[in-house]
């Protein structure tokens, strides 16, 4: 209901949009309110009397007086007797627009990024099974406030799980479960540093990410190297408190850790107190064989396994775990409180449900198969090229193809992907220092949907082809 009102002693005009569908005085309300924060009436402006404006409105006396007084309550609106009613002087009416503009959401064409899974086979009739189930059968008590520590449903439901399918020896008082392994590699590293731990070693090349969380956490970041056998821990530097290894399938070369290495890093942590940090990457999928079994089976008081549901189910679910020995138990319980306090609930008991009714097994089985195949069909149309070299063992989301010496620079490689909308990770950014390292690309093979992924190769391989020397 748009009005123009005139009050004849002020010669006041202003147009309200008045919308009644609320109620009459809750349009009036909201219109004023709306004018004010808009500036369209400034401070200091005195309104028509409540007689007048209920008049040029077709409202009652009533009506006008009770949004006056709403507003005045409010602060938009100042009356005093005998003086009329005026408006306030409102701070900030208008919002300004952020300085700092997010980086854009919108979705690559060809999204061929590491680490991704592909989220289109969420298993949303299982999720949204187990949801049923949680709610019908869950207490009141569980939409209150959370145990930092995490649901024992939970916890209890991950030690049976990582037990049979990973070799993880443990027990529910033994697991945190925490926003994402970003969060995880962020409290442990404030708990080292809180406890007098200045250096960590990180393998190098290593995910980048999680080195400058560690950095963060306030600790020294010690590139570990990295060859065929994976981390070179015969280098340990003398001064590292911790060491933070991906031994199933190390980020990004794909290799796992040799036995022999995984011996040696497990007396050096008997030998001097020192701590490893087990990032389960990708531990789930492995093509050709049962998994590698995890390193904390074999040195649990040493050891703690980072484990996540980003790569199996999805990155937005924010839900991962820690397996701690049992000094570092209660430290980081209290990192979490002081952190975000608890992680969210019903999530949890969802996963949880998942897991017993091994729902979640089936989930992973499929995907492995899937994956598996992509795998295959990514290295082919690599091999008919010519000049690229595949690293890795049949595992992981990703492949890391490394550039011939005389090929394109990986700068100009990546940029002309970019020009094709294809979206993936190349190699230099994982070196602690990438001056005269090995140049090459991180191909993810999980991401797009099965009706996508041909496409993108065929997009991807095209850029390599007119790329390569020759």
């Known amino acids: 209901m748009p009005k123009d009102w005139s009050g004849s002693r002020l010669d006041l005009h202003l147009h309200l949009d008045i919308d009644v569908a609320g109620g009459r005085r809750s349009g009036l309300e909201a219109a004023l309110r709306a004018a004010v924060r808009e500036g369209r009436l400034a401070a200091g402006t005195r309104l028509p009397s409540t007689r007048g404006l209920a008049r040029e409105l077709g409202l009652s006396r009533g009506t006008v007086s009770a949004a006056f007084g709403q507003l005045a309550e409010e602060g938009y609106l100042t009356t005093r007797p005998g003086s009329g009613t005026t408006v306030a002087d409102v701070p900030s009416r208008a919002v300004p627009p952020a300085r700092h503009q997010g980086p854009a959401s919108a979705a690559p064409r060809h999204d061929l990024r590491a680490g991704l899974p592909d989220v289109s086979a969420f298993p949303s009739r299982a999720w949204l099974a187990a949801t049923r189930r949680v709610l019908a059968r869950v207490r009141p008590e569980v939409f209150g406030a959370g145990d930092p520590q995490g649901r024992m449903e939970l916890r209890a439901a991950l030690v049976d799980h990582l037990g049979r399918t990973r070799g993880v020896i443990t027990t529910p008082d033994r697991v945190v479960i925490t926003s994402g392994h970003y969060q995880s590699v962020g409290l442990l590293g404030g708990v080292l540093a809180a406890n007098g731990t200045s250096a960590v070693a990180v393998e190098d090349p290593g995910h980048n990410l999680y080195r400058e969380a560690v950095r963060r956490a306030g600790l020294t970041a010690l590139p570990l190297p990295v060859d065929g056998h994976g981390a070179r821990v015969d280098a340990l530097p003398r001064s590292a408190g911790a060491v933070f290894l991906t031994p199933s399938h190390h980020y990004p070369t794909g290799v796992p850790l040799h036995p022999g290495r995984r011996q040696a890093v497990c007396g050096w942590a008997?030998?001097?107190?020192?701590?490893?940090?087990?990032?389960?990457?990708?531990?789930?999928?492995?093509?050709?064989?049962?998994?590698?079994?995890?390193?904390?089976?074999?040195?649990?008081?040493?050891?703690?396994?980072?484990?996540?549901?980003?790569?199996?189910?999805?990155?937005?679910?924010?839900?991962?775990?820690?397996?701690?020995?049992?000094?570092?138990?209660?430290?980081?319980?209290?990192?979490?409180?002081?952190?975000?306090?608890?992680?969210?609930?019903?999530?949890?008991?969802?996963?949880?449900?998942?897991?017993?009714?091994?729902?979640?097994?089936?989930?992973?089985?499929?995907?492995?198969?899937?994956?598996?195949?992509r795998r295959e069909l990514l290295l082919d149309r690599v091999a008919a090229i010519g000049g690229l070299t595949a690293h890795g063992v049949p595992a992981g989301l990703h492949a890391l193809v490394t550039l011939p010496a005389d090929g394109p620079a990986e700068h100009r490689l990546l940029a002309a992907c970019a020009r094709h909308g294809l979206a993936l990770r190349g190699l230099s950014e994982l070196h602690h220092d990438p001056a005269g390292r090995p140049q090459g690309l991180l191909i993810g093979f999980a991401a797009p949907s099965d009706r996508a992924y041909p496409r993108a190769l065929d997009v991807l391989c095209g850029v390599l082809a007119r790329s390569m020397p020759g």
């Open 270 to 373: 008997r030998a001097t107190g020192g701590l490893i940090v087990e990032d389960d990457y990708d531990g789930e999928f492995r093509y050709d064989r049962q998994p590698v079994g995890a390193l904390q089976g074999v040195a649990p008081d040493h050891v703690v396994y980072c484990g996540t549901a980003s790569k199996t189910l999805g990155p937005a679910l924010r839900l991962a775990w820690l397996v701690l020995p049992p000094h570092l138990v209660a430290p980081v319980v209290r990192a979490k409180r002081e952190a975000d306090l608890y992680t969210e609930t019903l999530g949890q008991l969802v996963l949880a449900d998942l897991i017993t009714t091994h729902a979640y097994d089936r989930h992973i089985r499929a995907a492995r198969l899937r994956y598996r195949g």
